[in-house]
DNA sequence: GATGAATGAGCTTTCATTCAT
DNA sequence: AATGAATGAAAGCTCATTCAT
């Protein structure tokens, strides 16, 4: 009944709560970056983290907690190279598109990472919030202002979103399993220009 | 606590082998849309199915040897929807993209199980050879041909796919999360035009 | 993902699924009296049986079900003792207390178990039903048809349940942590005849 | 998942050390009162005292201590409401069991803790002194005065305790788990009543 | 006195798969 | 063909307690 008590060891080296947080953070994206989210488990993450199961534990809510702060970065990142540079209907339908495909290129295992996650959270509800900024993003009312100024096609926002979008992404899974070939650059361009054509009023 | 203690399951009516077969690979499918591939576990297959664990691994591989079965069904199925009716670029491309979306929309489940099963594959080689199929079709060959006939834009075969069906997916994701509401019919129509405007030469 | 495939072991003897169900049962009973339901682990249950893991699952629900199958039986066999030989009032309180007495005596672990169980299901809701059984036992109608009957006074049932049963239970509580020596006989008679006269007409 | 994460606490102002440890047995109490000893962790108590893991062990032994501290207070409040008031045999024991129902249903979940203790004691030699007081009592010696003035019938102490107060504790068992509804006063005069019937000279 | 990060053995439970019958 | 008991490694997670700071 009484827990037994906590045994001598070696004694660790000591970091400050904040350094500890953030090797756990880094250890777990190596983890599921390298294996995946699922074939993860919280001991491969203390193993490359140093840091105790209890210590995990003691600074995240298990896995799931993990890779939504994990993400939340990831989105933040991903959504900066994303930003439209100018503010031009062109300029943000391109830079979303093309930089999607910039990012992900440049973040193969990351942009695997979250599509893994995208699709669990199908079933798991824990990551129903952050797959919602995955899926849709966050550009629905920027397009509807650009609707509104004749500058783009009138489409409702999913059908816009997969346009832009859709073959942003298509790529990045094929080219992150190793199935294109294409230069970088090229491909980004392509798809980006594409996106612009499909949606420009 | 909250599982079912043994059950004693009411014994069921004698099948032939292929009845069995076809009924386990049913309940397979039922399981799989309903909870995820994940999710589902042989107990949950061989309750709905009436079937025991033993006869499952009589007639299949195991789990994911069910999973090959059905998507090779549901590949065929699908790919039959997207079969161009004539033999013009246009109506290949089109019933491509088109085809995807009207085939998702009528098995929105059955989408997000390809989905997922795709996702999967990364991890997990087992499905490797499935994932192809899910991921490039095999509409290749035949997009060099009307490249080479200067029908389409001269676009290596994963970025042509991608600005194909990538709105198609996307579109798709969307919809099967409930985040899409857009007409069914108005959504392929969309979707397939945008697809052959961004590739015809 | 895909869980390791079972390795090869040393066949372990095969019993039928009763015996094996019953030696799970068995082993498990034997762990609660010796430690006590809360100290007791699913591994000291396996260890006693012989069982694995797996098969204790199996066959019951946790060691929730397992305590709850046992306490059944034991319910079963204690109210045995304490069904009235005849079928006046005074037999019928007379039973109640001194079987109660005479068993627990014999069972001192047993009691032990049960009352272990009843203060558990005070925090632990899926105790609620056989601590409802441990509790108020079901004397509570042949009560009032011998109230009806003028044969014992009008008490409502719980205070009459608490004059014949709760000197009997505390007693088992003091003997069976050893603090009562008085011989097992006088005990129990001292304790019946006691609860007849606080009742009686 | 559902646990919550590393929570800044807002600072607190700063204690003595006395209330600090008032504040940390205050916490501790309503912790055990509203969910029991056992399902209470010592987090619990941290959150509900504001204190940190550190001070509670820097004034007490740990979750035993904690629950020894307080058992001793609970059981002089009660042994309070338990004195007889004058000084005869029938006024000692009808005070006894009167004053036990009356302590018991005027602080219901403080008797559901002492009972949980007590019954935890059997395993847990932590609390074998302090479920000694809680068991039988110190009214032993007062008892075998009045046997030799030939006030009350010659019984071992156990079984006259068993007399006295068993039929009080099991009301208030079956009370405290709503299962008597009888008005406090008319159950307390009762079983009183009996206490003394049961073992008067 | 106070802090809270760190500890890690140990818990319950899951489940794909095997195989004696 | 069919059965279902048996397997057991491995998972995620808990929590009383310690101790460097």
Known sequence: MARAAAKKVKPRKRLTGDERRESILEAALGCFLEKGYIATTINDIREASGATTGSIYHFFDGKGALATALLEDAIAGWSGESQAAGDT???????????????GLKNPELFRFTDEIRTLAVTAPEFAEVADALSEGS???????????????????????????????????????????????????????????????
């Open 89 to 103: 209907a062109e300029a943000f339908v391109k830079a979303a598109a093309g930089g999607l495909v910039t990012w």
């Open 139 to 201: 550009g629905g009312p920027t397009y509807a202002k650009f609707v509104k100024a004749k500058k783009v096609k009138d489409l409702p926002w999913p059908v816009a979103h997969s346009l832009i979008l859709g073959p942003a992404y298509n790529y990045l899974r094929l080219a992150t399993a190793g199935r294109a070939r294409v230069a970088a650059k090229r491909a980004s361009e392509a798809i980006a220009d594409a996106a612009w054509a499909a949606v420009k009023g």
